[in-house]
């Protein structure tokens, strides 16, 4: 589908690639590894540009994730399950991600997001909410990334129904 990138020999245009890529949008360390690589064959020059930009600090996972973290919660209004895996795609560690995720969830309110999510939602709904509706809007919530018994108690709240999943257990 993509051609190969063009191979380049020589440490400056490895390092140019690199800030050309980093322009146009952050990078996690992984990630630019993994971009450069294609350009060249050769380790050592790899090794020595990825040292030079983390020198640099132009690359650094930690500030990384907290900055997806951070867009990923306030625009795109997703929750700390789905932010995890992105960044565990793009090769962040583990102590990055929770780092990040303790800091966003600081800023944020989880509820107040699914209630938003929720409210649009219904909006766009015609006619009455029926067990098959609320179950759409709990699936959608959950593949976005929020706590199940943070969708249910939402729901529940939002819709004044019993949500599945949330029936008490009958008294002995």
Do not use: C, W
Not at 113 to 125: D, G, M, N, P, Y
Request: proline share 2%; aromatic share 6%.
């Amino acid at each position: 589908m993509f051609r190969k990138p063009r191979q380049v020999s020589t440490e400056t245009e490895l390092y140019e690639a690199a800030v050309r890529a980093l322009m146009r949008r952050a990078y996690s360390v992984h990630e630019m590894k993994q971009l450069l690589g294609r350009r060249t064959e050769d380790d050592k020059l790899l090794r020595t540009v990825m040292d030079r930009l983390k020198h640099a600090k132009m690359i650094d996972d930690g500030r990384f994730a907290k900055q997806f973290a951070r867009q990923r919660t306030e625009i795109r209004r997703q929750g700390k399950f789905r932010i995890a895996r992105d960044l565990r795609a793009r090769g962040v560690p583990d102590r990055h991600i929770e780092a990040a995720l303790v800091e966003t969830s600081k800023e944020t309110d989880e509820s107040a997001i699914v209630r938003q999510r929720l409210e649009r939602k219904l909006r766009s709904f015609r006619g009455e909410i029926n067990e098959n509706k609320i179950a759409s809007m709990y699936r959608s919530l959950l593949r976005a990334g929020f706590s199940a018994d943070v969708v249910r108690r939402e729901l529940k709240a939002v819709t004044r129904e019993e949500v599945p999943g949330t029936e008490s257990a009958p008294d002995d």
